[in-house]
């Protein structure tokens, strides 16, 4: 994402690996809404001076969950921001897909910008009866 005052640049590490519908579908619902969020919350020109910025996204498995993390070196977040006290539509939305959808946690925090990490159980594949 450009504008003649800020350019924005998007980098992604790492790999989920093959997923199951189940588990890429709202995933990928969660990261459009979170890159989304850094993308018009992050760089307000009113706080943001630079002309660059930039979004990361690191993707790991780790011990039986995959870990998403989502950091950008935008402003952070307000100093009395609660996940719980959020009202924002993206936010609910993720936090319902991540912990109710796919059982797993999120968790915000400044980090020199914002740092969104997202845990989510990676389930083995269920064994079908008939296939004993």
Not at 56 to 73: A, C, K, N
């Amino acid at each position: 994402m450009s504008t003649p005052e800020l350019v924005l640049h998007f980098d992604v590490d790492g790999s989920a690996g093959q997923l199951p519908g189940e588990i890429a579908t709202p995933l990928a619902v969660a990261l459009n809404e979170l890159m989304q969020n850094a993308v018009d919350h992050a760089y307000p020109p009113e706080e943001y001076t630079r002309s660059e910025g930039h979004v990361y996204v690191v993707l790991r498995r780790d011990e039986g969950e995959l870990v998403i993390e989502v950091v950008d070196d935008g402003v952070g977040l307000p100093p009395d921001f609660s996940l719980e006290a959020s009202r924002g539509l993206g936010l609910s939305i993720v936090h319902g897909l991540v912990t109710s959808e796919l059982g797993g946690s999120l968790e915000m925090r400044e980090d020199h910008g914002t740092r969104v990490t997202l845990r989510v159980p990676l389930k083995p594949a269920a064994v079908e009866l008939g296939a004993l």
